[in-house]
């Protein structure tokens, strides 16, 4: 079931020890014995879509985040709420006393927005819609990577799987299922997620886990990076 945002209550999620090797443990979030899964709010995206240079199989979307935008309140209530259950749980780190969380929330100095990544391997895709007259149609991995688009909003179904917990640093773990593209208008579609779509992400999560744990934490519990190279499509220059 795909959730809206405003219905989910925190208060009911569950952590669930999933994985562990010598570098990591996952806690799995569950939420009322199923998976967190829901969809956004209609936001602006940078269409500098930019395939990461490990495969062209990857690439990166960054998605404006405003400070009253649903999904902002979201992750920043999400992450108090994570940050609560590690403290009630000091058996997950080696170390209570210097904990460090890295927000999935990013910022330049402009704006704060999320980076989230787009997959197509033999084992799972990011599937993108776009909208066609009055239809919705699916629209090809490739040519979304390639082309650059009018439409300049998109609304999103993501997955909450879990936390990753290496040494005594936390990061959230999101998945990005579904992607549709819209114009500048007022209607909003709702999406679902088949059965199938809910397999195979295994190799997403070790992806993830490898690109995204390399912490360099600050001395504090929680703390949002600061982007502000030229790399980044949401910079100052390009948001003028």
Known sequence: MVLKIKDINLNKLQFIFAKTNKNYNIYKIEYMDTELVFQTEKMKYSNDVRPTENTSA?????????????????????EDKIIDMAN???????????????????????????KLKLVKNETYETKIYRKKNSSIVEYPFSEFVKNKY??????????????????????LIVILHKILLQPDEKKNYDFDLSDDEKKNKQEYIQDFIDTNTDIKP??????????NSTENPLSEEKNK
């Open 58 to 78: 990857y690439a990166d979307l960054y998605v404006y985040l405003t400070e009253q935008n649903e999904l902002n309140l979201f992750f920043y209530a999400l």
């Open 88 to 114: 009630e749980h000091p058996e997950w780190f080696n170390d209570n006393d210097n904990l460090n969380f890295k927000s999935i929330i990013r910022k330049n100095q402009t704006t704060e927005y999320i």
């Open 150 to 171: 009018n439409d300049k909003y998109v609304r999103l179904v993501l997955e909450v799987f879990g936390i990753c917990i290496q040494d005594n640093h936390l990061s």
């Open 218 to 227: 600050k001395k504090i519990n929680k703390y949002i990076e600061d982007e």
